[in-house]
Nanobody
Framework: QVQLVESGGGLVQPGGSLRLSCAAS????????IGWFRQAPGKEREGVSC???????????DYADSVKGRFTISRDNAKNTVYLQMNSLKPEDTAVYYC?????????????????????WGQGTQVTVSS
């Protein structure tokens, strides 16, 4: 009954903003690393951002260089949801965006793991940045 559902994608003009949501059901996200990935046609799946914890109590986030300063990841444990706020969108941000989870790696301070190390995935939501 584990399920992840992404939402919030759509068509936006360059420079615009979108907020993606990743809602979990069947489990709680508190003790999981959550990653956002994207995949454009003809390209490999790319890690965008992640949020995790090194001790199970406090959280940290990381970002791909291509989105640093423009995207912000956050989580609301009470709502069992992770968000990706995307500002200053560029055409090259166009892709299907996925959220994924894996168990916390206690002691780790980096969470930009490759996609194949994640266990559960949502269905994806399309983001198109175009004039």
């Amino acid at each position: 009954q584990v399920q992840l559902v992404e939402s919030g994608g759509g068509l936006v003009q360059p420079g615009g903003s979108l907020r993606l949501s990743c809602a979990a059901s069947g489990f709680t996200l508190d003790y999981y690393t959550i990653g956002w990935f994207r995949q454009a046609p003809g390209k490999e799946r790319e890690g965008v951002s992640c949020i995790s914890s090194s001790d199970g109590y406090t959280y940290y986030a990381d970002y791909a260089d291509s989105v640093k300063g423009r995207f912000t990841i956050s989580r609301d444990n009470a709502k069992n949801t992770v968000y990706l706020q995307m500002n200053s969108l560029k055409p090259e941000d166009t892709a299907v965006y996925y959220c994924a989870t894996q168990r916390l790696r206690l002691g780790s301070h980096t969470c930009m793991y490759p996609f194949y190390e994640y266990d559960s995935w949502g269905q994806g939501t399309q983001v198109t940045v175009s004039s």
